[in-house]
Nanobody
Framework: QVRLVESGGGLVQAGGSLNLSCLGPGAPTVNAMGWFRQAPGKEREVVALITHSGAGTHYADSVQGRFTISRDNTKNMVYLQMNDLKPEDTAVYYC??????????????????WGQGTQVTVSS
Protein backbone atom coordinates (compact mmCIF):
# COMPACT_ATOMS: atom_id res chain seq x y z
CA GLN A 1 0.00 0.00 0.00
CA VAL A 2 1.32 3.41 -0.96
CA ARG A 3 2.10 5.59 2.03
CA LEU A 4 3.55 9.04 2.49
CA VAL A 5 6.42 9.79 4.88
CA GLU A 6 6.35 12.89 7.06
CA SER A 7 9.17 14.38 9.09
CA GLY A 8 10.01 17.57 10.96
CA GLY A 9 7.64 17.55 13.89
CA GLY A 10 8.74 18.28 17.43
CA LEU A 11 8.39 20.46 20.50
CA VAL A 12 8.63 24.23 20.14
CA GLN A 13 7.75 27.25 22.25
CA ALA A 14 4.93 29.57 21.28
CA GLY A 15 6.09 32.01 18.63
CA GLY A 16 8.58 29.53 17.23
CA SER A 17 8.77 27.83 13.86
CA LEU A 18 8.86 24.33 12.42
CA ASN A 19 9.13 23.03 8.88
CA LEU A 20 7.37 19.78 8.06
CA SER A 21 8.39 17.67 5.08
CA CYS A 22 6.52 14.95 3.21
CA LEU A 23 7.86 12.49 0.67
CA GLY A 24 5.11 11.93 -1.87
CA PRO A 25 4.05 8.64 -3.45
CA GLY A 26 5.58 9.40 -6.82
CA ALA A 27 2.52 8.07 -8.59
CA PRO A 28 1.76 9.85 -11.87
CA THR A 29 -1.96 9.90 -11.10
CA VAL A 30 -1.49 11.85 -7.87
CA ASN A 31 -1.78 15.56 -8.16
CA ALA A 32 -2.98 17.61 -5.22
CA MET A 33 -1.41 17.22 -1.80
CA GLY A 34 -2.14 18.68 1.56
CA TRP A 35 -1.54 18.82 5.27
CA PHE A 36 -4.18 17.93 7.82
CA ARG A 37 -4.02 17.83 11.62
CA GLN A 38 -5.83 16.17 14.48
CA ALA A 39 -5.69 17.40 18.05
CA PRO A 40 -6.66 15.18 21.00
CA GLY A 41 -10.41 14.86 21.27
CA LYS A 42 -11.01 16.71 18.02
CA GLU A 43 -11.78 15.72 14.47
CA ARG A 44 -9.13 15.86 11.79
CA GLU A 45 -9.10 19.18 9.96
CA VAL A 46 -7.50 20.54 6.84
CA VAL A 47 -4.53 22.85 7.34
CA ALA A 48 -3.29 23.60 3.83
CA LEU A 49 -3.69 22.24 0.30
CA ILE A 50 -1.68 22.68 -2.87
CA THR A 51 -2.24 21.84 -6.53
CA HIS A 52 0.20 19.72 -8.53
CA SER A 53 1.79 22.77 -10.15
CA GLY A 54 1.87 24.67 -6.89
CA ALA A 55 0.00 27.57 -8.43
CA GLY A 56 -3.06 26.98 -6.28
CA THR A 57 -3.02 26.92 -2.48
CA HIS A 58 -5.66 26.93 0.22
CA TYR A 59 -5.29 27.52 3.95
CA ALA A 60 -7.49 27.11 6.97
CA ASP A 61 -8.46 30.47 8.45
CA SER A 62 -6.66 29.58 11.67
CA VAL A 63 -3.25 29.32 9.95
CA GLN A 64 -3.61 31.88 7.17
CA GLY A 65 -0.63 34.23 7.20
CA ARG A 66 1.42 31.99 9.51
CA PHE A 67 1.80 28.75 7.55
CA THR A 68 3.05 28.26 3.98
CA ILE A 69 2.64 25.11 1.91
CA SER A 70 4.99 24.45 -0.98
CA ARG A 71 6.17 21.57 -3.11
CA ASP A 72 9.16 20.48 -5.17
CA ASN A 73 7.99 18.03 -7.81
CA THR A 74 11.58 17.28 -8.87
CA LYS A 75 12.11 15.77 -5.42
CA ASN A 76 8.56 14.53 -4.93
CA MET A 77 8.35 16.59 -1.74
CA VAL A 78 5.73 18.77 -0.06
CA TYR A 79 6.56 21.15 2.78
CA LEU A 80 4.69 23.06 5.47
CA GLN A 81 6.53 26.02 6.93
CA MET A 82 4.91 26.94 10.22
CA ASN A 83 5.72 30.30 11.81
CA ASP A 84 4.43 32.07 14.90
CA LEU A 85 3.21 28.78 16.31
CA LYS A 86 0.54 28.82 19.00
CA PRO A 87 -0.40 26.23 21.64
CA GLU A 88 -3.62 25.57 19.72
CA ASP A 89 -1.52 24.35 16.78
CA THR A 90 -0.57 21.32 18.88
CA ALA A 91 -1.69 18.21 16.99
CA VAL A 92 -0.59 15.25 14.93
CA TYR A 93 0.05 16.55 11.43
CA TYR A 94 -0.65 14.29 8.45
CA CYS A 95 0.43 14.60 4.86
CA UNK A 96 -2.11 13.44 2.28
CA UNK A 97 -2.42 13.07 -1.46
CA UNK A 98 -5.33 12.96 -3.88
CA UNK A 99 -5.71 11.19 -7.17
CA UNK A 100 -5.80 13.40 -10.25
CA UNK A 101 -8.73 11.37 -11.51
CA UNK A 102 -11.33 12.69 -9.08
CA UNK A 103 -12.44 16.07 -7.77
CA UNK A 104 -10.33 19.18 -7.35
CA UNK A 105 -7.58 19.99 -4.88
CA UNK A 106 -10.26 21.45 -2.61
CA UNK A 107 -12.10 18.12 -2.41
CA UNK A 108 -10.78 17.28 1.04
CA UNK A 109 -12.90 14.13 1.37
CA UNK A 110 -11.10 12.62 -1.65
CA UNK A 111 -7.59 12.63 -0.16
CA UNK A 112 -6.96 8.89 0.04
CA UNK A 113 -3.20 8.42 0.50
CA TRP A 114 -1.92 9.26 3.96
CA GLY A 115 1.25 9.33 5.99
CA GLN A 116 1.70 8.03 9.52
CA GLY A 117 1.63 11.51 11.04
CA THR A 118 4.15 13.62 12.93
CA GLN A 119 3.56 15.19 16.33
CA VAL A 120 3.79 18.95 16.71
CA THR A 121 3.66 20.28 20.27
CA VAL A 122 3.68 23.99 21.03
CA SER A 123 4.29 25.00 24.62
CA SER A 124 3.03 28.27 26.08
Amino acid sequence: QVRLVESGGGLVQAGGSLNLSCLGPGAPTVNAMGWFRQAPGKEREVVALITHSGAGTHYADSVQGRFTISRDNTKNMVYLQMNDLKPEDTAVYYCAAKSALVGTYLSTNLYSIWGQGTQVTVSS
